[in-house]
């Protein structure tokens, strides 16, 4: 996707003012009017702010702000919209308006891009304005320009990624402070790393929806139908258990070429050993590891939340629009993108209170099984499809947590065998 000329008779270059309206002023908005009154250079000013509540008390002029999203979609002035609102449907009629007025715009919402992402990229293609949202997955770290420009033609082996720094608070607090899930989602709360309903977090939503964009930029995969599972079932005895293995509890979003081409991808709690570089990312941190043909293994860490992190990838795509910067999609438009496929194997921790509650008779291997007084776990080998395809892991207070390397191909299934308990020892699990 070449830069459009409308886009350059917009005036926008590096000498040229960006005039900005903002929807929303909450953390990441009022983040974002600090620091661009402390970084003057950028030539960059909001002249309005789009709010819903006019009566709260904020701490900038009234003046700047208005409850008319048409103030800052139908002025001619303002050649940056700024998107950074929680609600989807609102947040993709403000971009896709703002697009249609021939204004760049710039957004953090990374469930509307997540739904919207077919729509968004022909709207692209049809107004030829820049859509940049480096904001919206990983705050600080900037892994979506890496993906397009550093990786552009770079073979991605694998990707592995803690993108969600609520989640990953909490699982530092069961870990290294022996908290319970309740105690340790109540102080993420207390915090500020949570919100008052941390659901979207705690299951997976908000990490499924960042990994789905990014598998775009990775590998050309558009998909917003991920499996995915968030940490609400992991049990403190699961931590307890992570411990004597030599392992640390995350949420991980990955995604591995296979030796088909294809490409595995999902979110799901995993056990990282000490020395792999996400066990490093702690508290509301987030952080990446790429690995590729030409530049082999590279991590990427940085926090994941918070008012000026985000603000500064904002910041960051504020001053891209001045070199007329878009995002070209480049595994999607240039290369033959990727296939996902759910035809390989994973290898998994599964605790449970009852025997009923797990198929046994599902896994294609049994490796090793404990039958506890309160809490019984096993670990085997499950089709990828069975995750797929059933529940019965997401029910009944069942914890599915994946080994680590736990993608394993069907060839490499078959070199080693598998190593199956005998159905005597399987009923008395």
Not at 414 to 426: F, T
Request: aromatic share 10%; glycine share 6%; with cysteine.
């Amino acid at each position: 996707m070449s830069t459009g000329s409308n886009f350059k008779n917009q005036g926008m270059d590096k000498h040229k003012k960006l005039t900005i309206g903002l929807f929303g002023f909450g953390v990441v908005g009022e983040g974002l009017y600090k620091v661009l009154h402390q970084t003057p250079s950028l030539n960059a000013t909001i002249k309005k702010v789009c709010i819903k509540n006019s009566n709260k008390k904020r701490d900038a002029p009234k003046s700047l702000f208005t409850i008319d999203k048409n103030e800052l979609l139908n002025d001619i002035e303002i050649n940056v919209i700024v998107e950074v609102i929680n609600e989807s449907g609102a947040a993709f009629e403000i971009v896709s308006t703002a697009l249609k007025n021939k204004k760049a715009v710039i957004s953090a919402s990374k469930k509307m891009i997540a739904e919207h992402l077919t729509e968004l990229l022909e709207l692209q293609k049809e107004t030829r304005m820049p859509f940049l949202y480096e904001a919206a997955a990983g705050a600080s770290i900037p892994i979506i320009r890496n993906l397009e420009e550093y990786y552009d033609n770079d073979l991605l082996h694998s990707m592995r990624a803690i993108v969600n720094g609520s989640t990953n608070f909490i699982l530092t607090k069961m870990f290294e402070e022996n908290l319970d899930y309740e105690q340790a989602l109540l102080l993420a709360k207390q915090l500020g790393f949570a919100e008052t309903d941390a659901s979207l977090d705690v299951e997976g939503y908000d990490a499924k929806n960042k990994w789905s964009f990014l598998l775009t930029h990775a590998y050309g995969i558009i998909t917003n139908q991920l499996v995915f599972r968030g940490i609400q079932n992991i049990d403190k005895h699961d931590a307890i258990i992570a411990k004597e293995k030599g392992f640390e509890i995350k949420l991980v979003a990955q995604a591995k070429k296979l030796s088909d081409g294809k490409v595995a991808a999902f979110v799901l709690p995993q056990f990282v050993k000490h020395d792999d570089p996400l066990s490093f990312v702690k508290n509301e941190y987030n952080g990446v590891v790429v690995e590729s043909a030409f530049a082999d293994k590279q991590f990427f860490y940085g926090k994941g939340a918070g008012s000026f992190p985000t603000a500064s990838a904002i910041l960051s795509d504020l001053s891209a629009l001045r070199y007329q910067y878009k995002y070209e999609y480049k595994k999607l438009y240039h290369h033959l993108p990727h296939e996902l496929t759910n035809d390989f194997y994973v290898s998994v921790y599964v605790s449970f209170n009852d025997n009923e509650d797990v198929p046994k008779e599902n896994f294609v291997s049994l490796n090793e099984w404990h039958a506890g007084e309160k809490r019984k776990y096993m670990i085997g080998i499950l089709p990828f499809s069975e995750l797929k395809e059933n529940g019965w892991w997401k029910e009944n207070n069942v914890s599915l947590i994946l080994m680590p390397d736990g993608i394993i191909e069907k060839r490499e299934l078959k070199k080693s065998g598998v190593n199956a308990i005998d159905e005597m020892q399987m009923m008395a699990i």
